[in-house]
């Protein structure tokens, strides 16, 4: 019986792409997208319904009741050395089962049975990776896939939600949810963890990858882009690429007069992206200032409904202009030119409110991105998609004192910890007074809340001021700023105590089912 990664050298696959089947709505429309392009692996009783390369289960009750199948259908049948029995990693080895099921015993006679370390048990068998997964089968077998080398993996049916296809609603009392889960998209940050960790290409066949994210920038604000681009692949659950705008190359002439000239260097910049976009496909907008906490994918997935241009919703509460820092492009459909736009501002046919305050360049603008997803120097956990730290002189990498910086820095921690960003690059910005030295100590440290930290690290930022504009004075100690301190403080306290430890350790024991 042979493991899944010296198999799949053997069978000369582990350089084609591969499409997981699953059994979620999006099945039904195997008949109408190519499939030829692709090697096959089913999940779970997905093989019934055609011939696959590569039948994959972890539950033993999957083989109980689709085995004939999987032996008509299917090349080799994958399974964890140590199959689940009702959910749950099981005492006996696969081979051990074969010995008992007729299905399994055939397929290892006819060397078709194959097997690999599944993370959900400790009792790995030596001299193969051990395959990471928590919630549902297809977070197993794309990282199986990952690991084995593949390096363009798409998926049909591996959905969120609650339903199957209709191919497979005799299941629905067998085995829909039957882990107690609430909801498949549990899944979707295992599934961004595997994308993050091994850089797969991995996206649903039925939506247009990857997701092009375009951040307006200049290579000073370069360090809070890795960290945004580091949030965003963090959470999402397909593949991502991320350009900075003022790598283009493309000139941007200055308007002749002052009142029209952009209010920051990358003001102008989001009307490259039809161009860089190849006048095809969506293009997602985002300024450099902020920080994603959800998956993007949802995003991305927007319904555009006839716009060129969705933007989010009414900011009227918030007491600021409409917002465009948050966009998502048809591409096809916008014809822009920033050097004819700005020949119109220098003519008169344009104002700089109607370019830049209300997109007067876009036929059709839809309000219908939520407003989660620009939350304007505001966060509430577990329901901000987006925080944006507009307040220039207030970003958390050039002011120590932001009630929500602490946010910001961990992400910048993670990423140098899992090698997105170097340290080395942390200390360049800081000395090209780009981010405020006092950030280089709390990277050091892995010290998360500025507010708090100690004053031998606030004297770092004597005389600093941050690039691009005239920052107004700040304080050198927190204590001016009794509320954020008072908060900052009792945040850093609770999450010491035991009982913020329980709920953490309770947390994960509850989310591991």
């Known amino acids: 019986m042979l493991d899944f990664f010296t198999w799949i050298k053997t069978f000369g696959g582990g350089t084609d792409p591969w499409l997981i089947l699953g059994k979620g709505p999006t099945f039904s429309k195997l008949d109408q997208l190519e499939l030829s392009p692709f090697r096959l692996l089913s999940l779970n009783d997905a093989a019934r319904q055609l011939r696959v390369d590569v ?9 109980d009741r689709s085995g004939e199948a999987i032996m008509k259908n299917a090349g080799v049948l994958v399974m964890p050395w140590h199959p689940h029995v009702n959910f749950d990693a099981g005492e006996l080895t696969l081979k051990q089962h074969a010995q008992r099921n007729e299905v399994l015993a055939t397929l290892a006679k006819q ?14 068998r030596p001299g193969s990776a051990v395959v990471s997964a928590r919630y ?10 990952a690991l084995s080398g593949v390096r363009v993996v798409r998926s049909l049916g591996v959905d969120g939600g609650t339903t199957y296809s209709a191919a497979f609603q005799d299941l629905n009392r067998k085995s829909l949810l039957a882990n107690s889960r609430k909801s498949f998209d549990i899944q979707f940050q295992e599934i961004a963890r595997t994308i993050q960790r091994t850089g797969v290409d991995f996206a649903p066949l039925d939506i247009e990858a990857p997701i092009r994210v375009y951040v307006a920038t200049t290579e000073a604000q370069m360090l809070s882009v890795k960290v945004l681009e580091y ?23 200055l308007p002749q007069e002052q009142k029209n000239w952009p209010r920051t260097p990358f003001s102008f910049q989001r009307y490259l992206i039809p161009r860089l976009a190849g006048g095809n496909g969506r293009a997602i907008y985002l300024d450099s200032d902020m920080q994603v906490f959800q998956d993007i994918r949802h995003l991305w997935t927007l319904p555009l409904d006839g716009a060129d241009v969705l933007a989010v919703g009414d900011t009227a509460e918030t007491g600021r202009r409409p917002q465009f820092s948050v966009m998502v492009l048809d591409c096809a459909a916008l014809d822009w030119d920033v050097g004819r736009f700005v020949e119109d501002l220098n003519r008169g046919r344009l104002s700089y409110e109607q370019l830049v305050y209300e997109m007067a360049v876009a036929k059709r603008i839809s309000a219908t991105i939520p407003a989660t997803w620009n939350s304007l120097e505001s966060y509430r956990e577990g329901e901000t998609a987006l925080l944006h730290y507009t307040d220039m002189d207030t970003q958390p990498w050039v002011y120590a004192d932001h009630s929500y910086g602490y946010l910001w820095v961990r992400d910048l921690i993670e990423a140098v910890d899992n090698g997105f960003v170097s340290l080395e690059e942390v200390r360049t910005h800081a000395a090209n007074g780009w981010v405020r030295p006092s950030l280089v100590w709390q990277v050091e440290n892995r010290h998360e809340d500025g507010a708090l930290m100690p004053r031998k690290a606030r004297v770092l930022d004597k005389g600093f001021r941050p690039p691009f504009f005239a920052a107004r004075r700040q304080p ?11 908060r900052a403080a009792l945040s850093a306290l609770y999450r010491r105590t035991p009982f913020f430890k329980l709920r953490r350790r309770l947390s994960a024991r509850s989310s591991r089912g």
Request: charged fraction near 15%; charge should be positive.
């Open 136 to 145: 549902f089968s297809a977070e197993a077998a794309l990282d199986l896939l």
């Open 55 to 63: 039948a994959h289960a972890i539950d033993i009750q999957v083989v």
């Open 476 to 486: 050198a100690s927190p204590w001016v700023h009794g509320q954020r301190w008072t």
């Open 231 to 253: 949030s965003i692949r963090k959470h999402a659950s397909m593949t991502v690429k991320l350009f900075p705008l003022h790598l283009a190359g493309i000139e941007i002439p």
């Open 111 to 124: 060397g078709r049975l194959l097997w690999y370390n599944l993370s959900t048990t400790t009792q790995h």
